[in-house]
């Protein structure tokens, strides 16, 4: 009987597992998966731009976005409705981005914060695929392991989405 051992550190996170290889490979799965959904501890301070153009501190890596946006668990969703699916999207991928500081997001975490914000979408590759010829997200991966992320210019036309959108909100 072959044992395989296996000890590994992710950040904060450690693995340790010993035994067959079958087993250990599913373990390491559940791990991955584990530490893949965890919160990450946001970035204590960040330079946000406010309505105005003002520079201000922001604790805990959100800024105003809490007025139009929430989290529970790994989904973002919009408080406030935005003018199109794409820009709910993009609201989205902002939201995942600054209040999970997950760069890397799935199809699965963006669909989920569209349902539970009311927008709903038949194909989010579609959508995205859209999103992603105009320039504001980056695709990676194909099939089911897509993950989707926002450029530089997708960014900032997310942001000026979100000021027009927590304008109306205020």
Known sequence: MEL??????????????EGPPELVKEQLSAFREMVANAPTA??????????????????????????????EGRVVSLTARANSAEEA????????RSFRN??????????DGLQVTGQMVARLDRLMDKIAAEGNAIIIGTHRAKRYRLTNQGFSRAQEIAKTLIATVA
């Open 4 to 17: 395989t051992k296996l000890k590994m550190k992710i950040g904060d996170h450690e693995f340790e597992a």
């Open 42 to 71: 946001a970035v204590s301070d960040r330079i946000a731009t406010a309505n105005d153009g003002e520079v201000q501190s922001v604790k805990n890596g959100t800024t105003r976005l809490e007025s139009i946006m929430r989290t």
């Open 89 to 96: 999207a993009l609201l989205i991928l902002l939201g995942q």
């Open 102 to 111: 997950n760069e890397a997001v799935t199809g699965a975490e963006i669909v």
